[in-house]
């Protein structure tokens, strides 16, 4: 694992690498991103999920958002947490053992062809990698029904001319954390290229966090 995160500078994110760094943080991932909680509302509030949707939590993690999701669309309706980190993906599924049941949690890369889930939406926290791999938000659109809501909270870059110690100082404490620093400046241009209408409703932590709302490509 690089210490400087000068690997990050590479154009395409790296899944083996991701895997093999998420090994060593999954333990201690939840205590790094407590601060970040309040955010996590915000976003899942941006989805407007209603009871019995379908919804996927992309790249879930330790699944922090799993519970907020399951609560939104009730016993009625279905939560797909998608993660490609074995060691991730068993804290989340011990975080959902006691809930409901309305939670699945698929150990897979989100570029896997066999995700066909028609979602109503789609929700995505600190997924850097997946909004830079092109096969993974190709996949993403299969996976979902056309103009599916999306809501996406993540690491944004300040303009350089004055931001740049903010993003230096965020590009290093976030180096482990994602592969590639593509597109910081506007981390959902490749989901624009394809036709997602994204718009920034929030900033937070001096601007150096986002959150986004929009829709999916209509077809
Ligand atoms: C910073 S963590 C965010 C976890 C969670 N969404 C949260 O809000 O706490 C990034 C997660 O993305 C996962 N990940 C990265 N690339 C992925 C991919 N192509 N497919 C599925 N999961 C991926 C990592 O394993 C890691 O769990």
New binding site residues.
């Given amino acids: 694992m690089s210490l400087s995160g000068l690997d990050n500078l590479d154009a395409q ?1 790296d ?1 083996d690498r ?2 093999r760094a ?1 090994r060593r943080l999954a333990k201690g ?1 939840d205590r790094t ?1 407590t601060w ?1 909680e309040a955010l ?1 509302h915000v976003a899942v509030e941006g989805l407007q999920l209603q009871p019995g949707e379908t919804v996927l ?9 799993l519970p907020l999701l399951a609560r939104k669309v009730g016993i009625q309706g279905r939560v797909i947490g ?4 074995p060691e ?1 993906a068993q804290l989340a599924r011990q975080r959902m053992a006691s809930d409901g049941g309305n939670v699945s949690i698929v150990v ?4 896997d062809p066999r995700h066909v889930y028609a979602a109503d939406a789609v929700l ?7 909004l830079q ?1 092109s096969a ?1 938000l190709d996949q993403l659109i299969k996976a979902c029904k056309p103009g599916a809501r999306i809501a996406i ?1 993540g690491m944004i870059t300040l303009p350089w001319l004055w931001g740049w110690p903010v993003n230096l100082f965020n590009m290093y404490r976030a180096r482990h ?2 592969t590639t620093f593509r597109n910081l400046d506007r981390p959902y241009r490749l989901l624009e290229q394809r036709g997602a209408r994204i718009s920034v409703v929030d900033t937070a932590l001096w601007g150096s966090a986002y959150i986004a709302v929009g829709t999916l490509p209509a077809a």
């Fill in positions: 994110p899944a991701s895997v998420y991932y991103c970040i996590r939590d992309v790249a879930c993690g330790t699944g922090p958002t998608i993660e490609h980190s991730m897979a890369g989100m570029a995505m926290c600190y997924t850097q990698d997946v791999s993974a909270l954390y994602m």
